[in-house]
């Protein structure tokens, strides 16, 4: 079965945020980390610290949702961010521990 994901990367805690939508996190992220798109918003900003995702079964609730995040207001994106990774660590580093949290 195929997920989707909506994410957010970030340059550093409290800086820019950049919020996503894809079908394979993995490979998106180490996008985003190895500036694979030198001009893109993500390359400019050094934005290459996963730090928020939420994962779908259906891409059209997942694209949905990113719709939703980009309308927020910054301080409920950070008030978001922080509930459920207070520290802005970068969850992309311990993968599988990560990942397998946050699923459960």
Not at 10 to 23: A, E, H, M, R, S
């Given at each position: 079965?195929?997920?989707?994901?909506?994410?957010?990367?970030?340059?550093?805690?409290?800086?820019?945020?950049?919020?996503?939508?894809?079908?394979?996190?993995?490979?998106?992220?180490?996008?985003?980390?190895?500036?694979?798109?030198?001009?893109?918003f993500?390359?400019?900003?050094?934005?290459?610290?996963?730090i928020?995702?939420?994962?779908?079964?259906?891409?059209?609730?997942?694209?949905?949702?990113?719709?939703?995040?980009?309308?927020?207001?910054?301080?409920?994106?950070?008030?978001?961010?922080?509930?459920?990774?207070?520290?802005?660590?970068?969850?992309?580093?311990?993968?599988?521990?990560?990942?397998?949290?946050?699923?459960?």
């Amino acid at each position: 079965m195929e997920h989707w994901y909506v994410y957010i990367m970030t340059n550093k805690p409290d800086g820019v945020l950049y919020i996503g939508v894809t079908d394979n996190i993995d490979e998106r992220v180490k996008e985003h980390k190895l500036k694979v798109y030198p001009k893109s918003f993500t390359a400019k900003f050094n934005c290459d610290k996963l730090i928020y995702f939420e994962e779908f079964e259906d891409g059209n609730k997942a694209e949905k949702r990113e719709r939703q995040f980009k309308k927020w207001k910054r301080g409920w994106k950070i008030k978001f961010i922080e509930e459920m990774n207070p520290n802005w660590t970068d969850l992309s580093l311990n993968w599988n521990l990560n990942y397998n949290k946050l699923r459960n």
